[in-house]
């Protein structure tokens, strides 16, 4: 804060305008200067975000014990170990929220930016939907007609088993029981059933 050597005419301080404006001026340029630089610097091109490819493992290691002790690697210890990020996180829920977050896409390349989808691929995506809808509704009644034709014919074969079986012991009820009746000097046993 510079004050001017102009004490002759009052006791209060005069500033030099011209000596500010001019260091506001060097200022501004200093600053036009930077943001020139980093422009004129490529920006890291991130690769759109994506589905995994493969399948998240958290069930690995559950339900098992392991001795850690301080040599024991980080990759080896309680917990879930991230091999992109070097981290480990102690729970499932948060090894989730971990790489589903922007500093693991980041260290995998990824901006967090979706691409933006075309109507075209939309309506390619609905009708490849409809297709397995229809496709698994097809083999589906195929597969469950199939099942039930079984199931009928070992239905109708065990109901045929039962009615040779019911003819065969009626049979042998009837000649059977005739036999031992005559040979015992009387006309049956009694039973009160008329044939």
Same mark, same amino acid.
């Given at each position: 804060?510079?004050?001017?050597?102009?004490?002759? @005419?009052?006791?209060?301080?005069?500033?030099?305008?011209?000596?500010?404006?001019?260091?506001?001026? *060097?200022?501004?340029? @200093?600053?036009?200067?930077?943001?020139?630089?980093? /422009?004129?610097?490529?920006?890291?091109?991130? *690769?759109?975000?994506?589905? !995994?490819?493969?399948? %998240?493992?958290?069930?690995?290691?559950?339900?098992?014990?392991?001795?850690?002790?301080?040599?024991?690697?980080?990759?080896?210890?309680?917990?879930?170990?991230?091999? %992109?990020?070097?981290?480990?996180?102690?729970?499932?829920?948060?090894?989730?929220?971990?790489?589903?977050?922007?500093?693991?896409?980041?260290?995998?390349?990824?901006?967090?930016?979706?691409?933006?989808? /075309?109507?075209?691929?939309?309506?390619?995506?609905?009708?490849?939907?409809?297709?397995?809808?229809?496709?698994?509704?097809?083999?589906?009644?195929?597969? *469950?007609?199939?099942?039930?034709?079984? @199931?009928?014919? *070992? !239905?109708?074969? %065990?109901?045929?088993?039962?009615?040779?079986?019911? !003819?065969?012991?009626?049979?042998?009820?009837?000649?059977?029981?005739?036999?031992?009746?005559?040979?015992?000097?009387?006309?049956?046993?009694?039973?009160?059933?008329? !044939?």
């Amino acid at each position: 804060m510079a004050a001017s050597n102009n004490t002759y @005419e009052d006791h209060r301080r005069k500033w030099d305008k011209d000596e500010y404006q001019k260091l506001a001026n *060097e200022r501004l340029k @200093e600053e036009f200067d930077k943001t020139e630089k980093s /422009s004129t610097e490529k920006p890291v091109k991130r *690769e759109l975000l994506k589905a !995994r490819s493969y399948k %998240v493992d958290l069930d690995s290691h559950l339900g098992k014990s392991v001795v850690i002790s301080k040599t024991t690697p980080a990759s080896e210890s309680g917990g879930y170990y991230c091999n %992109v990020c070097d981290c480990v996180v102690k729970d499932s829920i948060n090894f989730l929220d971990h790489i589903n977050g922007k500093k693991h896409q980041r260290n995998l390349g990824m901006s967090m930016k979706v691409e933006r989808s /075309s109507l075209e691929q939309v309506q390619q995506r609905f009708e490849m939907n409809k297709k397995k809808l229809e496709e698994k509704k097809k083999q589906y009644d195929f597969e *469950e007609r199939m099942k039930e034709l079984k @199931e009928d014919e *070992e !239905r109708l074969k %065990v109901q045929r088993r039962e009615r040779r079986k019911e !003819r065969k012991r009626k049979a042998n009820e009837d000649t059977g029981d005739s036999d031992i009746a005559a040979m015992m000097g009387f006309g049956g046993f009694g039973s009160s059933k008329k !044939r």
